[in-house]
């Protein structure tokens, strides 16, 4: 297994892939953000549970998670964790998790589809997505000279990463290239390299068909160059046997062997919890429990993992949702799209604590009503996390990337 980041470049030159052989980059080079997008919109207040309140109570007689199940985040703060995220609890203690509560933006939607748009674009006004926040920072801010600066574990190309191609890989032996299918010419390009071989390359002198060759020249460089890199990984943590697990495992692997990739994507979802969020008979039990074990339980031991092969601190990693769940339960024991979220940044790096501003429950309290959380002076804007980032993390100005300037937290 390549024990750096050099060796890394060696070894896919060795291999022929001549994409590869490249200068190291400046600055940050090292660092790799992870990001995992946790599809669904998952429930705030039984993450972070606000177990004296009496309004959480009388919200859901069904629900609330008593007090004497939580455990403490930290003292004098009367939210506290659900018993299902004990990993992250852990990971809180030793300084490594900072939560950001009541998170959001302006005029809030509660479409699946508009909010994930939303997020991808950094844009709360969004209307057709033709640029993602990774996109742009990729194609104008990205100063490194990896050919590869980013990767996303998925069968199919994410909407971030629109405005700059990126491969999507599920497997260290498969590659799919990513395009941005709004353009006519990629579109093309992608459609027709998806049904011609490397060899190709050898039959083509103009127009789209030498784009073609070019392309699928690339991509089997690509994939084999990816496919001998960390091939003698083992995880040295225990992850739960999981799809986001299998996925982390592979960004695991890659970071280990010094691959020169700096952003991550992963999704995991399951978290759209209309019905049968719990156990009627115990709330801190049933699907929303297992999926939050789960979550915590991979993220947990991704960190282990990367610490364990000398990459501790060089990662951080994001975890979000598109919104948040209603304040209230719903007649089928579960809860419905809401707005205020919640969202972790994960790593050795990282500022441990609590940040944004905790939501006022009593100030929005509907008796016998659905109700959900606002976006009002408390809300922490899903664009200062991206600022957050990309200043303190990636060193880029966040401006170009969010056309517009946001506080970064003190998380880093």
């Not at 939607?109 to 950094?122: G, Q």
């Not at 590659?175 to 190709?200: C, H, N, Q, T």
Request: proline share 7%; hydrophobic share 40%; aromatic share 12%.
């Amino acid at each position: 297994m390549a024990t750096t980041r050099r060796d890394f470049l060696k070894s896919g030159a060795a291999l022929g892939a001549a994409p590869f052989v490249t200068a190291l980059p400046r600055g940050s080079e090292d660092r790799a953000l992870v990001i995992i997008q946790v599809e669904g919109g998952w429930d705030y207040l039984s993450m972070l549970v606000p177990a004296d309140r009496q309004e959480y109570r009388n919200s859901r007689p069904n629900l609330a998670i008593p007090r004497q199940a939580t455990l403490p985040v930290e003292s004098g703060f009367d939210w506290y964790w659900h018993p299902a995220l004990a990993p992250f609890r852990a990971l809180y203690d030793r300084g490594d998790l900072a939560i950001i509560e009541n998170v959001g933006y302006p005029n809030p939607d509660l479409s699946h589809f508009e909010s994930t748009k939303k997020w991808h674009a950094a844009d709360p006004a969004v209307g057709a997505l033709r640029d993602g926040w990774l996109g742009r920072y990729l194609a104008g801010s990205y100063a490194g000279g990896s050919p590869i600066p980013a990767l996303d574990i998925e069968p199919y190309l994410s909407p971030v990463f629109a405005g700059f191609r990126v491969p999507a890989v599920l497997e260290a032996d498969s590659l799919v290239l990513g395009f941005d299918w709004s353009s006519p010419e990629d579109s093309a390009v992608g459609r027709l390299a998806m049904e011609v071989s490397a060899a190709f390359s050898e039959m083509v002198e103009t127009g789209v068909a030498r784009d073609v060759a070019g392309l699928t020249s690339y991509a089997y460089r690509f994939a084999t160059a990816l496919r001998e890199v960390g091939r003698n990984y083992s995880p040295r943590a225990s992850y739960p046997d999981t799809e986001l697990s299998h996925r982390l495992k592979l960004a695991a692997r890659y970071i280990g062997a010094y691959a020169p990739i700096q952003v991550y994507h992963v999704k995991t979802s399951g978290f759209d919890t209309h019905s049968h969020q719990a156990v009627r008979s115990d709330p801190t039990r049933g699907q929303l429990a297992t999926l939050l074990g789960d979550v915590s339980a991979a993220v947990r031991a991704f960190l282990d993992d990367i610490a364990a092969w000398g990459r501790a601190d060089d990662v951080v990693v994001l975890l979000y949702s598109e919104f948040g769940r209603r304040v209230s339960e719903n007649g089928a024991l579960g809860t419905d799209h809401g707005h205020g979220g919640i969202a972790f940044l994960a790593g050795a790096p990282v500022n441990g604590g609590r940040y944004g501003q905790t939501p006022d429950l009593a100030a929005h309290y509907r008796p016998s009503q659905s109700w959900y959380l606002p976006f009002d002076a408390r809300t922490t804007d899903f664009r200062r996390i991206y600022a957050t980032l990309l200043e303190r993390w990636l060193q880029v100005p966040s401006q170009p990337v969010l056309g517009g300037s946001f506080a970064p937290l003190g998380a880093l």
